[in-house]
């Protein structure tokens, strides 16, 4: 393990309410990087917490209590700098909002950014920081423009597709200043440099115009406790011929239009109808039309829909299964497929869900937008079993390199970078 990083920054990482940027956090503070985090809610205690099981139950997620339990993780004792208020505003605001009409929930959105930021310009005024690291957006209210004025180098980190991108081809709309993608993009155009994901996001920016050599790509870490848990121990010749052998296909996250939803349901619907026999499950937070139920009467029968459960359930559920299937439209790095393909499930995912992976070795690519790429790439599968459980344990070993250590000494190569010293350690 590498004890201290190269140079012994001072560095103010600035989120709310992401997951992903608490890992980040702790993976920096773990190697010696002097990190303080600007997050959201941070409760002491929070099974003990009345107000937070109160709000777990009014939006129908038991896992909320276990998020909030990892913004106490032991790496950031002292390095916590709690922001109630702006996640407040933020999240009832969107629950009301979004209900009205999508420009709505974008001053919903658009409100918390601004004043996150604006609460994060008071910390960096007294801590000395020489970098700020900020999840895209969340620099408005002046907390960037602060920290060019006062000589703090500024590393903004996005982790979907460009604004434009998001906007123009999942939104169906142009960029534009009452969307909060506008706030994002500010941001990004405003930072020294500008982290992404993976490479399929850099493109999205690269489409659009943005100087490439501003753009540092760094994939990324997962917990190596997910690696190589699913056990390949079944006889998986003949997998789905017979109701009693059928192909377990799952999706975990939120199974909404911009994660494809819509030809998930198309290919589930023409799925059901070939000679095979399958078992479909989505894990996460089902937004599914009106017009979608209709549509898709037998395939929203066929799919068991699962909300929010605790991880350890996710994962054993997961485990059951053999396909994990993801067809995301705008993605970056997907955690939870990047926890599937961990696993040793064999990943069928378009190449917007960001994972390293290459066709029919690791893992399996479809077209984006197509139920036909999607049932034509499963039917192939099922001709040679094998091949699903063989990508599988490939795509179990391409995964042991991406842990959060490997990740976090990449992000101080970019930390020496900013600050002049070119020999840093990314690779």
């Known amino acids: 393990m590498m004890n201290n990083p190269s140079k012994e920054y001072r560095v103010m990482i600035t989120t709310l309410g992401r997951s992903h940027f608490i ?21 002491s205690a929070p099974r003990k917490s009345l107000l937070l099981r109160i709000v777990s139950r009014m939006i129908r997620r038991r896992s909320l209590i276990y998020g909030f339990e990892q913004r106490l993780d032991k790496s950031l004792i002292g390095r916590n700098k709690g922001d109630f208020l702006s996640e407040a505003l933020q999240t009832l605001s969107y629950l009301v909002l979004r209900r009205l009409t ?111 050599e501003k753009i540092r790509v760094v994939c990324m870490g997962l917990n190596g406790k997910f690696n190589g848990l699913k056990r390949w121990t079944e006889d998986i010749l003949g997998l789905g011929t017979t109701p009693e052998r059928p192909c377990r296909i799952v999706f975990t996250g939120a199974f909404a239009p911009h994660k494809g939803n819509e030809y998930f349901l198309q290919a589930v619907d023409k799925l059901i ?3 095979r026999f399958f078992e479909f499950l989505v894990i996460g937070q089902a937004s599914v039309s009106d017009d979608q139920k209709e549509k898709y009467k037998d395939a929203m029968s066929a799919i068991k829909f699962i909300s929010h459960i605790p991880q350890n359930e996710m994962v054993a559920r997961m485990l059951d299964s053999h396909i994990y299937l993801f067809p995301s439209l705008s993605e970056g790095c997907a955690k939870s497929a990047y926890e599937a393909m961990s696993m040793g499930l064999c990943v069928v995912v378009t190449k917007e869900t960001g994972l390293p992976l290459i066709d029919g070795v690791n893992g399996a690519l479809i077209e984006s937008r197509s139920a036909d790429s999607i049932v034509q790439k499963v039917l192939t599968l099922l001709e040679s079993p094998i091949k699903i459980r063989d990508m599988g344990l490939t795509g179990t070993d391409t995964m042991k390199k991406y842990t959060w250590e490997f990740y976090a000494k990449n992000v101080i190569g970019i930390y020496d970078e900013l600050m002049g010293d070119l020999s840093g350690n990314a690779k």
């Open 102 to 212: 999508k420009r709505a929930a974008d001053i919903s959105m658009k409100v918390g950014m601004w004043l996150h930021g604006r609460r994060g310009v008071a910390i960096l005024k007294r801590g000395n920081y020489q970098i700020l690291h900020v999840r895209s957006g969340f620099g408005a209210g002046g907390l960037i423009d602060y920290a060019k004025r006062n000589g703090i180098k500024v590393l903004v980190d996005h982790s979907a597709g460009s604004p434009n991108f998001v906007s123009e081809k999942i939104r169906g709309e142009k960029l534009n200043t009452k969307s909060y993608w506008w706030t994002v993009q500010q941001d990004c155009d405003k930072a020294d440099l500008l982290m992404c994901d993976c490479d399929w996001v850099k493109h999205t920016f690269e489409m659009y115009g943005y100087p490439s």
């Open 23 to 43: 890992q980040v956090a702790k993976s920096l503070a773990d190697v010696g990087v002097d990190v303080t985090l600007h997050q959201g809610w941070v409760v």
């Open 273 to 275: 109808k070939s000679d």
